[in-house]
């Protein structure tokens, strides 16, 4: 059977079963068994070997131990008074409390690897205080929605852990590499809201009183913990102490010594993290089993290969089917989430980005980014969602917030694409 032929019938039972409401996960592995049996019966027995080498990678077990650093975090309160101690700091700045809530987002997501969960948790504190102080709202769920999408880009990730171990790159390497785009995103978003409310004040309200000295210095005691604990992950990747994997353990007993100095861990907080934290690893496990089957079927059919060539025989400029790529991934994004859309196109677009000669580790932050832009554009915008259930609002406004979010994270990857080391800085110089 010609690739063309095999491709297409995989493409029209893959969108055919996720229009009919098929899970994602059982959706890939049935599309990868029914390509295989149609393309070559006698390969379905590498299927098994297939599941049972994922599953047993050390690189995933990164995986769990980042999500139940996380929820333990989350479920302990810990990040209720990290966001209150860290707004003591930044109540001058144009914007107030909103400026809090990209930073917050920046910091927490180097603790969750989520950016769901880095929404939320901030969300859930930020909401009821901004709308009590009258800030707009569409500004305030706007900017915690974008802020939350940093959740996948500055390390830990999720997202970065399934594609190193998808296509064989270093998780540190690329963990690293997310440190100075995630912080320079976070800046553009802190620059963009002190323009606007400065354009704009009332968008903010005035400040009636300003935080004393003593409070601040209250408050910092609840931000250090959170900063420590993220020094102590990231710095034990960074100075070649710790694997990823060994990192995430390290991360788990901070967590707990964290909760346990401030009278938080019982057995109810063990129980609710151990279980959160399983049934998100659970979900992504389906996710990655599924992909990586569909992903065997496609090799098998020789359908990344003959693309790579195809594409490569037309001549044309790198950065223009560079530009086509991003496109795809603006536009599916808006139907799928993040990982699921990640592992389905991976097979195809990352041999062809090898091809064109782009570098893996700059493209997995490149790919993140475009990820993340998916997390906050409707109709499937799971940030956009997370917000508007806290906040009980039309996701209309949700979603007309998040919109200059939007065009930042564009203005990102253009960055990115004209100074490619702004990624690969750092991980030239790790130990």
């Known amino acids: 059977m010609d690739w063309q032929v095999s491709g297409l019938i995989i493409v029209v039972l893959l969108f055919g079963l996720l229009l009919a409401g098929v899970w994602i996960s059982v959706t890939l592995g049935m599309v ?30 990164a995986v769990p131990l980042f999500l139940f650093m996380g929820t333990i975090i989350l479920h302990s309160g810990n990040s209720s008074r990290f966001y209150k101690g860290l707004s003591t700091w930044l109540d001058h700045m144009p914007g107030g409390l909103t400026q809090s809530n990209i930073l917050a987002c920046t910091l927490f997501a180097a603790i969750s690897g989520s950016s769901v969960a880095t929404a ?14 009258k800030y707009d709202r569409s500004l305030t769920y706007g900017s915690l929605a974008a802020g939350g999408t940093l959740g996948i880009l500055i390390p830990p990730s999720i997202a970065f852990i399934l594609y190193g171990a998808t296509i ?10 997310g440190v100075i785009p995630g912080l320079i995103l976070s ?10 409310t400065t354009l704009n004040p009332q968008l903010v ?87 990586q089957i569909m992903s065997y079927a496609l090799v098998t059919a020789g359908i990344p290969r003959a693309m790579v060539a195809l594409i ?31 592992l389905l196109t ?49 996701l209309a406004i949700v979603a007309r917030g998040a919109f200059p979010f939007v065009i930042l994270m564009l203005i990102m990857i253009v960055i990115l694409t004209f100074f490619p080391n702004l990624a690969l800085w750092l991980p030239a110089k790790m130990m």
Do not use: H
């Open 32 to 61: 990868g068994i029914l390509g295989l049996l149609m393309i070559e019966p006698s390969s379905i027995r590498g299927v098994g070997v297939i599941a049972w080498d994922i599953l047993e990678s050390f690189v995933l077990t």
């Open 168 to 177: 064989g790159e270093s998780i540190a390497r690329l963990f690293i590499a």
């Open 120 to 133: 939320a948790a901030i969300g859930a504190i930020a909401i009821p205080e901004m709308e009590a102080r």
């Open 346 to 394: 991976l097979p195809v677009v990352y041999p062809l980005m090898m091809a064109l000669g782009y570098d893996p580790v700059w493209f997995g932050v490149v790919l993140v980014i475009l990820l993340e832009i998916g997390l906050i554009t409707p109709p499937v915008g799971m940030n956009l969602f997370v917000i508007q259930g806290m906040a009980r609002q039309p």
């Open 187 to 196: 800046l553009i978003f802190i620059i963009y809201i002190g323009i606007r």
């Open 312 to 342: 490569i025989s037309f001549k044309v400029k790198p950065v223009m089917i560079f530009a086509f790529i991003c496109v795809m991934y603006l536009i599916l994004g808006c139907f799928m989430d993040a990982i699921s859309l990640m």
């Open 205 to 291: 309200p005035q400040i009636e009183k300003r935080p004393t000295w003593n409070e601040r210095l209250r408050g910092l005691v609840d931000v250090l913990p959170i900063l420590g604990l993220m020094i102590l992950v990231l710095g034990g990747i960074y100075f070649g102490i710790a694997t990823p994997t060994e990192a995430a353990a390290l991360g788990v007993v901070g967590a707990l010594f964290i909760t346990f100095i401030y009278g938080r861990l019982t057995g109810k907080l063990l129980k609710d993290s151990v279980f959160d934290a399983i049934k998100i690893n659970s979900m992504l496990l389906f996710i990655v089993v599924g992909a």
